[in-house]
């Protein structure tokens, strides 16, 4: 089996509403989707979402690097040859969700061609995911209102706060009305996008001490080295790093430089094959681990999903797979659905996932 063609389709979908959090907002999905096809007609899918206030990566650059530098370096590969693919696309510094994307659309054909889900093929633990909810910045009152409207119709019961405002009582006041209205009934954690010093940090995690956080992502930059160790001795709940410890070496280093205990991996950024790897560099070190949303579409979450499912360590923490409900529209001829509080794996082959053709003539931007 060859790769024939590699295509890289922009598109944008309008989000219901504007999530917001301390690294930036989001108001349109404006996201690539990757279309591998080989010589024997198998189509692999997968899609990228740029976010270019945390990796620096645009629509646009999405698609100049694959159109440009890796459709060329993989045309006429076969598939099967996964780190190969992967030591040619690594020539290439950066770029994540690209690579990502081009590595997940090759799980998918993998699958096709052997009649075998991806989760499968990964590691094949369980065909679920218990579903933790993002909540965007707004007033207290209405992110109350957001969490009972997933609960109610999504079962959902897990709920990640986004916090790092100033001051740090906006975002005290929303985990408390929170915790106020639905008691134990619910998991809460916090993700701070880096927004908090050091300081406020701690500050942050004292006012909440009784609020039975979970655990608490990106408070404050990785640069601040010793803020951020100094942060780790003194707090009582896991400190999680997302977008500061993406590659293996960075997670390392963070992790044994005592400035967190805990990962967040997604696979919008270091595909199955990447993901798989930090997973059992997690496993060596000891560290948890949680699957995160890059605000993934339904295509991202069903990869995140096929990934999460895979493996027990990852299926220990809800996992963070229904921002696509703030979309206003999907790719999927079969969209997802969460229902008590749960995702399931299709029955499908590879990620089992089809592209409606019209939707997608409807919202492409590439003319
Ligand atoms: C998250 O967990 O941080 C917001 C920014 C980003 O890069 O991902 C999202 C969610
Ligand atoms: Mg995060």
């Known amino acids: ?37 080989t010589d024997d007609g198998i189509v692999g899918i997968a899609e ?63 699958g096709q061609s052997a009649g075998i889900s991806v989760t499968d093929l990964l590691g094949g633990y369980t065909d679920r995911l218990q579903v933790s909810h993002m909540l965007g910045f707004e007033e207290p009152g209405a992110m109350v209102a957001e969490a009972e409207r997933m609960r109610a119709t999504h079962g959902i019961r897990t709920f990640k706060v986004k916090v790092g405002r100033r001051p740090i009582q906006l975002d005290i006041d929303v985990c408390r009305a929170l915790r106020g209205r639905f008691g134990d009934e619910i998991t809460l954690y916090i993700d701070g996008n880096r927004g908090w010093t050091a300081a406020e940090s701690a500050r942050a995690l ?13 408070l404050c930059p990785a640069d601040d080295v010793i803020g951020r160790r100094w942060l780790a001795a003194q707090a009582r709940i896991p400190l999680f790093a997302d977008e500061s410890a993406t590659r293996p070496a960075e997670i ?16 919008a950024r270091t595909g199955f094959t990447g993901s798989l790897r930090i997973l059992g560099l997690c496993e060596g070190l000891g560290v948890d681990v949680v699957i995160g949303n890059q605000i993934d579409g339904q295509l991202g979450s069903l990869c995140n999903l096929a990934f999460g499912a ?18 206003s529209d999907d790719l999927l001829q079969r969209p997802l659905l969460i229902e008590n509080g749960e995702l399931r794996v299709a029955e499908s082959a590879g990620l089992g996932a089809d592209i409606d053709s019209d939707k997608l003539t409807h919202y492409r931007t590439d003319g």
């Open 310 to 327: 895979a493996f027990e360590r990852t299926t220990r923490r809800p996992a963070e797979l229904s921002n696509f409900l703030d979309m």
């Open 48 to 110: 990228a979402p740029p976010r270019p206030f945390t990796y620096g990566e645009t629509q646009a650059s999405i698609k100049a690097i694959i159109d440009s530098i890796f459709a060329p370096q993989i045309i006429g590969d076969d598939p099967y040859d996964r780190e190969a693919v992967a030591v040619k696309l690594h020539r290439t510094v950066g770029n994540h969700t690209a690579k990502a994307a081009i590595d997940m659309a090759l799980w998918d054909i993998l």
């Open 1 to 37: 089996m060859k790769i024939r063609a590699v295509e890289a389709i922009p598109y944008a979908i309008p989000y219901v509403k504007p999530l917001r959090f301390a690294s930036g907002e989001l108001h349109v999905a404006e996201h690539v989707l990757v279309r591998i096809v």
């Open 206 to 218: 004292d006012a909440m001490s009784d609020l039975g956080l979970s655990f608490a992502e990106e």
């Open 252 to 267: 390392a280093r963070e992790v044994l430089d005592g400035g967190v205990t805990g990962i967040s991996i997604k696979t």
